[in-house]
């Protein structure tokens, strides 16, 4: 899927996103950050990697997701010194030799590398069969405005930290974690035949 890079850049750009996203950004030190934006109730609104750039941070976000995410960032600006603008750069990914300046894509050991430049695309690697094999949700597929992170694997995948301060939807994901059984998550099946995004899925006794 089509990738936009964002810049952050400002005074308070990290404090900015540190009290909106589920993931403490101090691990942006380590390298890529997997992240979400939620709702105050709780809901997935966005997800997206983060990583430094120099003085700025770069937000890699689906492209289908970018214009509303921009809105959704400015309207919890108001006066810090945040700016967010979009770039021409783009993300390479690949599970083969990693290239010099490549990141490790922290989700799971076996979606191999990001590399942020001019370029784009991937090196051949089905991407898909391996995020099926491992249950890794996708913006748009598994990950849908009516969905609760946790529900889509999040804690597994690093896109939440539970021992941060507060965040938008923290007091949701919270008490979420606390609960003995999640009612929702994901699975592998296999299907014969056709079967649409969306088809219900049951046992033999319904």
Do not use: N
């Not at 939440?160 to 301060?165: A, E, L, N, Q, S």
């Not at 296999?190 to 079967?195: C, D, K, T």
């Amino acid at each position: 899927m089509a990738r936009r890079i964002l810049e952050i850049t400002g005074s308070e750009a990290e404090s900015f996103l540190q009290g909106l996203v589920t993931s403490d950004l101090s691990r942006l030190d380590d390298g890529l950050v997997y992240t979400a934006l939620l709702t105050p109730q709780g809901k997935y609104i966005a997800d997206f990697f983060l990583l430094r750039h120099g003085d700025a941070i770069w937000l890699d976000v689906d492209e289908s997701l970018a214009q509303m995410l921009i809105q959704r960032l400015s309207l919890y600006k108001l006066r810090a010194d945040v700016q967010i603008t979009e770039t021409d750069k783009g993300v390479r990914r690949g599970t083969g030799p990693v290239p010099e300046g490549a990141l490790a894509d922290p989700r799971h050991p076996d979606l191999g590398w990001r590399l942020y430049g001019d370029e784009e695309g991937d090196d051949g690697t089905d991407f898909d069969r391996i995020r099926v094999a491992h249950c890794i949700p996708e913006t748009g597929i598994e990950l849908t405005p009516d969905i609760f992170i946790l529900e889509a694997g999040f804690g597994r995948l690093g896109g939440v930290d539970f021992r941060k301060g507060c965040y938008v939807g923290q007091e949701v994901t919270a008490r979420m974690k606390h609960k003995t059984e999640l009612k929702k998550g994901l699975a592998l099946v296999a299907v014969h035949g056709a079967a649409p995004v969306g088809t219900a899925i049951t046992t033999p006794e319904g």
